[in-house]
Nanobody, 117 residues
Framework: QVQLVESGGGLVQPGGSLMLSCAAS????????MGWYRQAPGRQRELVAQ???????NYGDSVKGRFTISRDNAKNTVYLQMNSLIPEDTAVYYC???????????WGQGTQVTVSS
């Protein structure tokens, strides 16, 4: 059974930092592009960052220069380091694993990040 388990969310003040982790099980981790998405109330889910098995990365425009995605294939874990957080970063953050041919995708249950003073 595939599981993606996120951790590290919480409440942080503007300008602060958080690191999210997503531990995967039940998949061959290195075969998957790993990503973080987020969804704020009343808004569509949006891409935050992705990383493939060659450590090539892709970021949403709103987080470039502030967030960093990384992965540890030995630990089957993907991380999201979030710096210089602003209230607009408040959302539920979801871990995603996807591979192609055939397309197979999995989601975590989400972790809440709240940026507020």
């Amino acid at each position: 059974q595939v599981q993606l388990v996120e951790s590290g969310g919480g409440l942080v003040q503007p300008g602060g930092s958080l690191m999210l982790s997503c531990a995967a099980s039940g998949i061959t981790f290195s075969f998957y592009v790993m990503g973080w998405y987020r969804q704020a109330p009343g808004r569509q889910r949006e891409l935050v960052a992705q990383i493939n098995s060659d450590d090539n990365t892709n970021y949403g425009d709103s987080v470039k220069g502030r967030f960093t995605i990384s992965r540890d294939n030995a630990k089957n874990t993907v991380y999201l380091q979030m710096n210089s957080l602003i209230p607009e970063d408040t959302a539920v953050y979801y871990c995603n694993a996807i591979k192609f041919r055939p397309t197979t995708a999995y989601w975590g249950q989400g972790t809440q990040v709240t940026v507020s003073s």
